[in-house]
């Protein structure tokens, strides 16, 4: 015995080195990744520290499985099971595990409060039998995924397994080596007292009892720093794997993340997916990491904050490989995947009582902070509601003990703490893993709001959550029917099972949003007939609301697309669909002849499916498609998608009724404005016109930039025929409107309140500002509203009206307080980049401003000479307007009767005739010119127009600069004539201070420009000082005058 026992336990080294493969680290393979110089010498380094460990303490970690005596089966199933453990099964040669081979799952690891992690590393433990396939993994075989594609486990070959597989050739010609493991075999119940004991008795009986049948040879020393992956060698089709199942719970959330590279793909792409499964085994939720293809090195991905379903009980892995959208596939290629994990981690929501997040102004918002698999821990809640420019509006610190709590019985408690009716507390402790928050925060007044909950341990935030809610005012006191729509990609009949998402419910949720058109894919299976009565009920509930409605008939559900005899993906578009009258027509008249009896206008195929474009014979397939669908019902109009960049077809070549028009890239207002103006001036008949309006793309542009562009394009439509216009992708991340999970998004409210404000009314023009800001005026229906921006904050004052409102474009509106003005009372109002929204103003008065003109815009500079200047405006009332007008010009004019007395018929005009002199001291340049009218109303109105009017000759332009030079300044005339004959004038400069004038004769032909200098002595004393400077045309009566500010 002396002689063996050293055998023993130099054998028994490696058998702990063995259990390498269970826990090794990570730090391996990121090792082998990073490809650097001396990775042979740190991984043989690593490989001694190791074998250290594991003498110490290498079983410390392992976790005793469940036993039970029950069934002969189950203890025999343990026999094997502890083999594993120990020294895992050693099959020098690959074999395929059968349906009745004990499986395991991944590698479980727990970590701070009992966090559970799953991991697959394709090392021993995932592979026990040695047959290069991960264990209780399953594939899919059948038609498109051909079993000849080469799936399994590689090893990575780094040069230390080369190193331990020659060292393990060696051994095994070793007798002694031989001999010591079989001593071990029959000696197995005393190597289980390695482990450390058990609290549990049944655990060490097993440990004695079970007599498991090791392998007749040793385990191999390879698998000491063996790193695997699991390849896919491609050959021409389609493949698919998925992992065992594990247990889920929606009290946690998880982190879902691998390591993949692809190696020469062309069309192929490797897809990771975490497969969410229901009791019975059905899929309930997927979420996928973006495809790879390519060669791309080994690269993590990874997929956070992932919330199981509520109907979810168990997950798996499940990994794709799919062709490209044409059908073509991969003959050669590789893919590896490596180290994927699904990580536990404690969850908290925060979420509110509506589910879609819209409050009406005054309606309490109650807010809950819901903190799950933290078990007995103590820790404080942060509650902060942010507006719209992340300001903080409210916060409340609450500190949570479950354990205490649930020690006295308490099921729910008023934190108390002073709060007040208007900020209430509530605690809802439901179970250890399910603690709940109430908040009611302070009522805010309309605007974008975000809640946010975190979890603080002192100074530190762990985790967080946040939800986004907005709070809604009427605006307008009326429906609104406009243009402005969305396409609910999201929302249709196919995933309509939840409550928030009856008719009803949309129906109200829309309404409040100010949407007047929906696109909603309809699409169903013949025999779909509950998804049908959801649709018939909604299109019913929308018409009811007046809500116009479009169907779409965009693709059939997956499980009826092999019906249509496809190549690929490429071929689920609208024309390609309806190709075989005979099957679209037996797959779509058991339910469209229920709902074209509820929707008149459909759309064939989705939002950008331009399949239609360049068909032979369009007019006549359409036609017959049309012929088709109206077989269901009543007649119908169809619409197509079309791009911009594509010319329509002549009015005679058409069938259908609207075009949808498309651009990859939306247009700016400007361009859309020029656009349309070209499309309505060569088309007056043919299909109406429909367009798409997605917000440009979060990830590319501010908020401001964002909700400008957005609301200049929703205006401009209104000064063109567009019938509708429509937001397709509601639920975008990047250009939605809406949060994925339907919450607001930040541009839902700018949206919404362009589209209540201005969805029923015109464009009819802008009037002048004395600010310089752009302003749009929109009227119909016997109101007004006036959009205003500008690029650099100014204000603004006029006489609206009555009670005049600004509203923003989060919808909070602001009454307009009259301010005295010079001759009679004004609103004064801020204007900044972000539009704002003019309301309740007056009609009359608007379109009144906007009827006055001065003519000519320009007076010549002939000094002490009388000129006309003509005031014209127009009565746009149905009654006649009288009243007194007055014309106040700059100190240096004569204005000859200024007042005047007028009236005017209904939408009539008029004009008047003033007569000026300019006096000898007037200067060229820009005048600002008040015409004030009093109307002689009850009580009586007074409002002032500002009109911009030039003064000097026509075609000639001269700009004086000045600068230093030494002590002396130069004062630069240049002078431009942009007339038809020469002309020559003499310069004189009065630099004031009791200095001697200059003088100077510039002559310039037409279209020339002519540079000369005045030099001024001692400049120093002229800068900051306004000097005059006189120009008197050769051979007529004209003089010009300038002022000149001298400068450095």
Partial sequence: ????????????????????????????????????????QCQAAFLVAWLVFMTTGGFAGAQDPAVSFEKRGENDAYQNRLTELLFGKQSRMPVRISASAPLRGPDVHEGPAGLKGYVWDFGRTNDNDHDLWPDGWGRREGRGYPNYIEIGIESAGNPTTTLLRNIDAWLLGQDAYIDVWQWVRKNVPLVALIQPPSPQPIVMINRFATHPVLPILPPTLPDLAEDNYLRFQMNGGLAEVWSTVVPTNRAYQYQFRCQAKTTGLKHDRAIAELVFLDETDQEVDVHAMSPITGTTPWTRYQIDHIRPPQTASKMLV???????????????????????????????????????????????????????????HNFSIRFRMLDQYDREIATKLVPIRPGAAFAAGISGADTGNGSSE????????????????????????????????????????????????????????????????????????????????????????????GVSRVKIPAWLGPDDHEGAERLTQLFRRLQDAGIQTVGMLDVPPRSRLSMYDLRGADDEVAAQLFRDEKVWQ??????????????????????????????????????????????????????????????????????????????????????????????????????????????????????????LDLVLRMATIRNHRVEASFV?????????????????????????????????????????????????????????????????????????????????????????????????????FVIGKTPTFLVDIDPTLIAFRMSVALQPAQLDSLLGISQPIVVSYSNPTDVSLL????????????????????????????????????????????????????????????????????????????????????????????????????????????????????????????????????????????????MWLRAIEQDSDRVLNYTITGTR
């Avoid at 336990?9 to 393979?29: E, G």
């Avoid at 005012?473 to 009949?493: E, K, Q």
């Fill in 883 to 1026: 009243g007194t007008l007055r014309m106040v010009g700059p100190t240096s004019w004569q204005v000859q009767s200024p007042l005047r007395p007028w009236e005017i018929l209904p939408h009539k005009g008029a004009r008047e005739v003033f007569n000026v002199i300019l006096e000898n001291d007037t200067t060229v340049g820009d005048y600002e010119i008040p015409i004030r009218f009093q109307f002689q109303t009850t009580p009586p109105r007074s409002i002032t127009v500002y009109r911009d009017m030039h003064i000097g000759p026509e075609g000639l332009e001269l700009q004086a600069t000045t600068r230093m030079v030494g002590s002396e300044m130069l004062v630069q005339l240049e002078l431009t004539n942009s007339g038809p004959r020469t002309r020559t004038y003499q310069f004189i400069l009065f630099p004031r201070n009791g200095r001697q004038d200059k003088r100077l004769i510039l002559s310039v032909q037409p279209g020339k420009t002519v540079k000369r200098f005045f030099g001024l002595e001692d400049g120093e004393e002229l800068v900051g000082q306004t």
């Fill in 318 to 376: 499940r990994l794709r490989i799919e062709g490209s959208g044409d059908g073509l596939q991969d003959i050669r290629g590789e893919i590896g995947f490596d180290e994927i994990r699904i990580e536990q981690f404690p969850q908290l929501r925060v979420e509110t009582d509506r589910e879609r997040g819209v409050y009406w102004v005054d309606q309490p918002i109650d807010v809950t902070a819901r903190v799950m698999g933290l078990g007995h």
């Fill in 422 to 513: 208007a900020d209430r507390l509530m605690v809802r402790l439901t179970s250890r893993d399910d603690v709940r928050v109430d908040w009611s925060p302070p009522l805010p007044p309309p605007g974008f709001y975000r809640f946010t909950a975190a979890l603080e341990d002192g100074h530190r935030t762990s985790l967080a959550s946040e939800t986004t809610v907005a709070v809604i005012d009427r605006l307008v006191d009326r429906p609104v029917r406009g243009p402005y729509g969305w396409t609910l990609d999201n929302f249709s009949a196919r995933t309509e099972d939840r409550p928030d998402f009856s008719p009803e419910s949309i129906t109200q949720w829309l309404q409040a949003l």
């Fill in 728 to 828: 397709s992708r509601p639920t975008d991340t990047e250009s939605g409107l809406l949060r994925p999970n339907g919450r607001p998004g930040e541009l839902l409210l700018p949206w919404r309140t362009t589209s209540r404000l201005l969805g029923d009314l015109r464009y009819i023009g802008s009037i002048e500002m004395r600010s310089g800001a752009q302003n749009a005026v929109f009227a119909g229906n016997g109101r007004a509203v006036m959009m205003v921006w500008s690029d650099q904050p100014t204000q603004e004052e006029m006489y609206l009206g009555d009670q005049p409102r600004q509203i923003d474009v989060w919808g909070r509106s602001n009454r307009l307080q009259e301010s005295p003005g010079r001759e009679h009372p004004v609103h004064r």
């Fill in 1 to 40: 015995m002396s002689t063996t026992t050293p055998k023993v336990w130099n054998f028994l080294l490696s058998v702990w080195a063995a259990k390498l493969d269970r826990c090794r680290p990570s730090i391996l393979r990121s090792h082998r990744r990073s490809d650097h110089q001396g990775s042979r």
């Fill in 586 to 707: 037996s797959e779509l008249e058991p339910v469209m002849t229920r709902l074209t009896l509820k929707c008149r206008v459909w759309q064939l195929g989705a939002d950008g499916d331009h399949s239609f474009l360049g068909r032979p014979g369009l007019r006549d397939s359409v036609q017959e498609i049309s012929r088709g669908l109206q077989g269901f019902g009543q007649p119908l109009d169809l619409a197509l998608s079309w791009p911009w960049l594509e010319p329509l077809p002549p009015p005679e070549e058409t069938s259908w009724q609207a075009n949808c028009r498309t651009l990859d890239l939306p247009m700016t207002s400007d361009e859309l404005h020029e656009v349309l103006t070209r499309n309505e001036s060569t088309r007056k008949l043919g299909p109406r016109t429909w367009m798409l309006m997605d917000p440009i793309r979060k990830d590319q542009y501010s908020r401001d930039a964002r909700i």
